[in-house]
């Protein structure tokens, strides 16, 4: 397999996160989001993922993006370790948390979107934050109510899940951009104890080969 993506993007880290746990072997091919004006916009890169995003997934004759659909292919060719386990109950809560994360939260606050901001609409730097405080603020605090309902020592019950995959990811996010996170003291629990995990240490963007200082 190869894995075409970002050190720093959320997407990219979900998906190695993902391979680690299942313990895949891949090759990581690093895309830069911002040199040369963009790799993601480059026509090599397009023809592989019209999108201009990352990461991409290439199984064979398999070409993938979207790092949710990833991981369903994943879950699909390698059941086990499991990202949905427990009853459909349990997948379906695992479901909609990954979707707060990588539909609702991810897509408001990402790279594009920060520098349509920018350069487009020309927003002052203090505006830029004031938005990602809103969308921050406003995700994490229903995440944090879900967690209420549904979490154990991961996101939902004790056993780690496509949710927890989503959540380190974000959490990253939102302490590079100086987001307060004392106000979610659930998900910040569960966060610290994904740290802990070796699948996950090892996803961490300052241990990928494209990582800048």
């Not at 979900?14 to 313990?23: F, G, S, V």
């Not at 369903?72 to 809560?93: F, M, V």
């Not at 002052?124 to 309902?149: G, I, P, V």
């Not at 939902?156 to 996010?173: I, N």
Request: net charge negative.
């Amino acid at each position: 397999m190869e894995l075409y993506g970002y050190w720093r993007s959320s997407a990219s880290y979900r998906a190695r996160i993902a391979l680690n746990y299942k313990q895949i072997d891949y090759h990581y091919i690093p895309v830069h989001l911002i040199k040369e004006g963009g790799q993601q916009h480059k026509q090599a890169y397009r023809q592989l993922n019209p999108n201009g995003l990352v990461p991409t997934l290439v199984d064979g004759k398999v070409i993938l993006h979207q790092s949710l659909a990833i991981m369903e292919y994943l879950e699909d060719t390698h059941p086990q370790p499991s990202l949905l386990p427990g009853n459909a109950q349990q997948r379906g809560a695992i479901r909609a948390l990954a979707l707060d994360i990588a539909s609702e939260l991810q897509p408001l606050i990402n790279l594009r979107v920060q520098q349509y901001l920018s350069q487009q609409l020309e927003v002052s730097d203090n505006a830029k934050q004031a938005w990602l405080q809103h969308w921050f603020k406003q995700s994490f605090q229903a995440f944090e109510r879900n967690l209420e309902e549904v979490a154990g020592v991961y996101c939902v019950g004790d056993q780690f899940s496509m949710a927890d995959v989503c959540l380190v990811p974000q959490v990253y996010s939102a302490q590079r951009f100086g987001i307060a996170l004392d106000d979610y003291p659930i998900m910040m629990g569960i966060y610290q104890r994904l740290l802990e995990l070796p699948f996950v240490a090892a996803a961490h963007p300052s241990k990928q080969p494209d990582a800048e200082v």
